[in-house]
């Protein structure tokens, strides 16, 4: 009886949705609002720049040597900033299939030929690529910010803005993107250069919400870790994270409730693995007791943590069902998670041919091995998307909110560089389930997209939208307990992840509901000088805001650019920094963090998707 029940009610919705999209598409299309953010009206997806996309293509890439040679040639003072800007060692590169896999190969006329794996999935390459949205505005006015010759960006308005305070570490692990403690001299920002970056920051169109990633190094090692927090803050940014190894966290208390009265709204936290084992890597002597403590500690401050996964093939990509499995038995501390496939920079620069083939891990992996490590129907092909499908609700904020004084958070990143899949979390059975399970999100998108398109007031587009949620909601197969208006009300609640925020917006979005929550685990690739492509560069995601502009995350450590500037920039040498402001201590060779505190004994939340084969499983308490 339920289930005829549901099908009646999907079976009315989709004869409701058919009806008004007729009646829509047969009145003419209104125009989109024109913002005082934006530099003119908001974009419909035919006027949208499309990602340059398709298997063969050609495109720009780097000669590694050559790259390394221009970088060096500035560090050695024979050539300068300029000089690099014009000329990092570009050379032609072709995207292809072959033998099952996703490949560039280039060749330097110098330094001979080059090959990386894209993807050892082509289908699943291909499914990304054919989901784009497109891009956003093309920037205005942004000439100080973005003036990196071949590496500027020049669109978009990027999800996170990285903002490095110190190179500085107080550990010492491989891999590591920037060689933190291994340079020789110590770069740091101070509030002149911050105050420069977030003055920068809103200068120009589309002037946007943005998510600020506060980085190093270990960023709380900074003097002004603090006080860059408050300052974000006071000029108007409320998405305010630090992205760390959890050590002063988890050190103490205090530290985490006063880094949350400044301001900080969540932590991204290192975590590699579930066990001792799997972390050996990073030299830390009690790794898991560190960040048991640093998540509790988080917690009680009333933040959120999102794990941040760097994985190596053969190291730790046996084991991200895991981590899968820790973070939602966690639900009610952890808020998603990010796998970042291994960047062949900074302490990996110069990694041999062999061992880049033997820990390359290509993005399309990871939706493969959460499907063979969890026991929840996680199909690859049903159930990940472009992670720039989030920019679709971001437009849809942006048409529906019409006098904000910024845009929507809009992550329009290239779809073979950042995909996500959403898990439904029942805190209550203990359970986890893929949203596609059970609601056509493909569908729902492409209706959202059409919807946002016709330009229709927003009463009649908020009608449109709810109508089409109901038309893609399968209840006959979603969980016991889930109906039309809990699934509403977890629409609403996720949209703040792409929304405008204000000054309450950090505890709005830290609220749970009592038993359903939305959980989301992405892959993030970042390009090194091997598979650096540079039709992807323009607009990038994921800007890094120094001193002389904002740069590609892609750019700062896969081209070059951080050496460079750097070098130029840098405060004083290791030797002259510690003669001058002492010692700070580096975890390393087994080193163990004394932690005077004692965790809670609280039991942890039952959330199960047990693995086959199961590994070594850790929770608090």
Sequence with gaps: MFESMASHSRFASGAAWTIASSVNRVLPEGALPAPSWAPGRLLKKHQRTPMRTGVPRRTLSLCPDCNREAVEAVLRGKSDVAGFRERPGIIDAEILEEG???????????????????????????????????????????????????????????????????????????????????????????????????????????????????????????????????????????????????????????????????????????????????????????????????LENIAAAGMQTTLQVTVVNGLNNDCVGEIARFALRNADQIHGVIFQPVMFTGRDERISTEDRYAERYPLSQLAYDLQAQTSIDWQ?????????????????????????????????????????????????????????????????????????????????????????????????KAPSGLGPYELRSLFDVSLYRFTRSNHDWSRQASAKTARWRLMFFNGMWFQDAYNYDFATIYNSNTPVATWQGEISFCAYNGGGWRKVLESVHHTATVADWYRNHGRHQIYAAGKKVELVESLSSRPAPLVQIEAAPVGTFLTRG
């Design 100 to 294: 099952g896999r996703i490949l560039m190969r280039k060749a330097c006329e110098t330094h001979g030929p080059f090959e990386d794996v894209l993807s050892n999935h082509p289908d699943f390459f291909l499914r990304m690529e054919a989901q784009s949205f497109g891009g956003d505005f093309d920037c205005v006015g942004d000439r100080e910010v973005h003036d990196h010759g071949p590496n500027s960006i020049r669109a978009g308005r990027g999800s996170y803005l990285i903002v490095d305070l110190t190179n500085r570490c107080n550990m010492m692990c491989r891999p590591c993107f920037m060689d933190a403690n291994g340079v020789g001299y110590v770069d740091e920002t101070d509030m002149q250069d911050l105050k420069t970056i977030f003055e920068r920051a809103g200068s120009f169109k589309p002037n946007r919400e943005i998510n600020v990633l506060f980085s190093g190094g270990e960023a709380t090692l900074s003097p002004i870790f603090l006080d860059a927090i408050r300052h974000a803050k006071g000029m108007g940014f409320h998405r305010l994270h630090v992205s760390t190894n959890g050590i002063r966290f988890a050190e103490s208390r205090d530290f985490a409730v006063e880094a949350s009265a400044a301001g900080l709204h969540s932590v991204y936290l290192q975590f590699d693995g579930v066990s001792e084992e799997k972390n050996k890597h990073r030299g830390l002597g009690n790794y898991m007791e560190v960040k048991l403590r640093a």
């Design 380 to 476: 690859p092909m049903r159930d990940w998307f472009p992670a720039s499908a989030y920019a679709i609700f971001s437009h849809l904020d942006d048409v529906l909110d019409r006098g904000s004084e910024r845009g929507s958070l809009f992550p329009d990143m290239h779809p073979d560089h950042a995909i996500m899949s959403p898990l439904l979390v029942d805190t209550e059975k203990g359970k986890a389930i893929p949203i596609p399970t059970f609601f056509d999100l493909g569908r729902f998108m492409q209706d959202v997209v059409q919807i946002t398109d016709s330009g229709r007031p927003p009463r009649v587009t908020r009608a449109m939208v709810l109508l089409s949620l109901l038309r893609n909601f399968n209840q006959a």
